[in-house]
């Protein structure tokens, strides 16, 4: 057989909460905005599923600028979650994405519990596939960061979320925590329909020539290939604790690490500051599962998924 018939063969198919993706990637909220700015690079197609930047109930300014600072390995970000508001999203940003053959998951934010439901159920008759409940930035200072780092929390707006969403429900979960397997069984309790980790570390900067903080905000979340190793054992931790679907990301650049994760446990995997350098990073690493599983004579990429334990 040549490798073309092989590579014919080949299931990618992953499912993610009855959810069918067509391979396990798909770009990390907030990297990516909400796929019509990467378009003309990337083939939407051709991705697993896109997911949105982090969408509220009403417009958010975001933080004061300077925002974003390059560190070793990686960036720190204090955005603040800016986002235009549900109602541009649902008229602007959903019928782009359904011009494509592609699952939509839509990330969500909040700084109240009230303001996840509202969100959530003005979602409930859009056409989207799958709902990200962003519990977990660290750099919004009301709300968010309260929610996921304590387990009760987590697990009442896990259940307070999942009464009113008309679509499975994905926890994004924050790594600034303990232990990250309490957060991960919390979520699972409040009804998650799957689990995403990790969110960013975080961090800080100091300019030493201004003797001042690199952003604005003093703190900021850490994302990039320095957030990998820890991104990696946390998702290998979730897998093993919980039953439902673990989405991986934290740092992953390419293929390699994609399998690294998914071999960790994850049925499926975002990619997101690789976006910023290299935007073709996603569909990159869409084909180089697919080598790889022809290399290595896998036909399935569910025999990977937690193959190793």
């Given at each position: 057989m040549n490798t073309d018939q092989k590579q014919c063969n080949i299931n990618m198919e992953v499912e993610i909460a009855g959810v069918k993706l067509k391979n396990p990637v798909m770009e990390a909220s907030g990297t990516f905005g909400s796929g019509e700015e990467y378009s003309e690079f990337v083939d939407l197609n051709r991705l697993g599923a896109v997911v949105t930047k982090g969408v509220a109930s009403v417009p958010w300014p975001g933080n004061p600028t300077p925002r974003i600072a390059e560190t070793y390995g990686g960036m720190i970000n204090a955005i603040g979650l800016q986002n235009p508001g549900i109602d541009v999203f649902t008229a602007r940003d959903?019928?782009?994405?359904?011009?494509?053959?592609?699952?939509?998951?839509?990330?969500?934010?909040?700084?109240?519990?009230?303001?996840?439901?509202?969100?959530?159920?003005?979602?409930?008759?859009?056409?989207?596939?799958?709902?990200?409940?962003?519990?977990?930035?660290?750099?919004?200072?009301?709300?968010?960061?309260?929610?996921?780092?304590?387990?009760?929390?987590?697990?009442?707006?896990?259940?307070?979320?999942?009464?009113?969403a008309k679509q499975p429900i994905i926890m994004k979960l924050s790594p600034n925590v303990t232990d990250i397997t309490v957060m991960a069984r919390a979520a699972e309790e409040g009804g998650a329909d799957a689990i995403s980790l990790i969110n960013t570390l975080t961090g800080m900067k100091i300019d030493v020539n201004r003797r001042t903080f690199a952003l604005a905000n003093k703190t900021g979340g850490l994302s990039g290939p320095a957030i990998k190793p820890v991104a990696v054992r946390m998702v290998y931790q979730v897998a093993q604790t919980v039953k439902v679907p673990v989405i991986g990301m934290g740092g992953i650049c390419n293929a390699e690490d994609a399998l690294e994760f998914i071999l960790a446990g994850a049925t499926a995997v975002s990619i997101g500051t690789a976006n910023f350098h290299n935007p073709y990073a996603t569909v990159e690493t869409v084909d180089g599962i697919r080598d790889y599983m022809v290399k290595n004579g896998i036909q399935d990429i569910r025999e990977l998924i937690g193959a190793v334990r």
């Open positions: 959903i019928p782009f994405l359904k011009q494509y053959d592609t699952k939509i998951v839509v990330n969500v934010c909040g700084k109240t519990t009230e303001d996840y439901i509202d969100v959530v159920e003005r979602l409930g008759d859009q056409p989207v596939d799958l709902l990200e409940i962003n519990i977990s930035c660290p750099n919004v200072k009301e709300g968010g960061i309260a929610f996921g780092q304590d387990p009760k929390a987590v697990e009442a707006i896990t259940k307070a979320v999942k009464a009113h």
